[in-house]
């Protein structure tokens, strides 16, 4: 146990901080639209931002995880529970982000040119290029079970 007793909830990295300012709507008007800027405040990190529909500003404070400073690599946390996501939150997200993804490689491969910028498309066109040539190798093995002996 540790005597780390911060005075605001933890944001255990940048992303999970980002991902609780899209889920927070603006209190004047309900958008959920707007542009944020960090900065790091007497060991707060502040976020402040205007709504893009009404213009109110707002501005939210976390405190940074025990261990250190955030870094923007992209994950949401680690063991501890989140203090700014609850399970709900966390449900509906995972619900909405797999319902965006193709059930069929081909179309997987087509939105990669749309959604992804260069690197990442990359990796997507070779991962569905990986799972197709692998669906034809083992179509080839199934076929060579059935082929007559010369």
């Known amino acids: ?42 060991g707060a990190l502040r976020y402040v931002g205007a709504c893009a529909h009404c213009g109110a500003e707002r501005e939210y404070l976390f405190s940074p995880p ?7 690599v992209a994950t949401f946390g680690g063991p501890e529970p989140s203090e700014l996501v609850d399970a709900g939150q966390w449900l509906a997200i995972a619900d909405a982000i797999a319902g965006e993804v193709p059930a069929d490689v081909v179309r997987l491969v087509g939105q990669a040119r749309v959604i992804a910028g260069p690197a990442r498309r990359q990796e997507v066109v070779a991962d569905a290029l990986a799972v197709d040539e692998a669906a034809v190798e083992a179509e080839r093995a199934d076929a060579q079970l059935f082929v007559a002996p010369d």
């Open 1 to 42: 146990m540790n005597d780390h007793d911060p005075p605001y909830a933890i944001a255990r990295t940048t992303a999970e901080a980002m991902l609780y300012l899209d889920l927070t709507a603006c209190p004047d008007c309900g958008s959920d639209d707007a542009v944020w800027q960090r900065a790091i405040d007497d």
């Open 66 to 72: 025990y261990q250190g400073l955030l870094d923007d």
